[in-house]
């Protein structure tokens, strides 16, 4: 059977904004930080392909940027967070966040950021 486009393509509204999704909370049960969060779920915009290489594109490895800041203020609709509120979210529950958001993108989830980040970094300059 041919697959569908829609099935493909993130659903959007009629102005062409990605609608938001609500997800289960990507935790890792190893953690005993993460295992309270374990039956919660979010609304998030997922990442497009061509936001990630954006994201990336020309970013040292020296650069120092709030990569999980910036994701989480534009991708978290519900909760959603403050540019003045995100510095202060505990780091289990960023690194959750984060998580969620790229599983849900497509980057995998459950996995070091800085290892999604340079998984993306390559990806970008393959293409």
Do not use: W
């Amino acid at each position: 059977m041919v697959m569908k486009k829609e099935s493909i393509m993130y659903d959007r509204d009629e102005k062409g904004e990605l609608l938001p999704v609500e997800v289960k909370v990507e935790i890792d049960e190893n953690d005993e930080n993460h295992l309270e969060y374990k039956d919660e779920t979010i609304k998030v915009i997922p990442i497009p392909r061509g936001k990630i290489k954006r994201i990336f594109a020309g970013v040292s490895k020296e650069e120092e940027r709030d990569f999980d800041g910036e994701i989480i203020g534009e991708h978290c609709v519900d909760p959603k967070f403050t540019t003045d509120e995100i510095p202060h979210i505990k780091p289990v529950f960023a690194t959750i966040l984060v998580n969620t958001i790229f599983r849900e993108s497509g980057l995998g989830g459950n996995k070091d950021k800085k290892k999604a980040a340079q998984e993306a970094e390559d990806e970008f300059a393959k293409n």
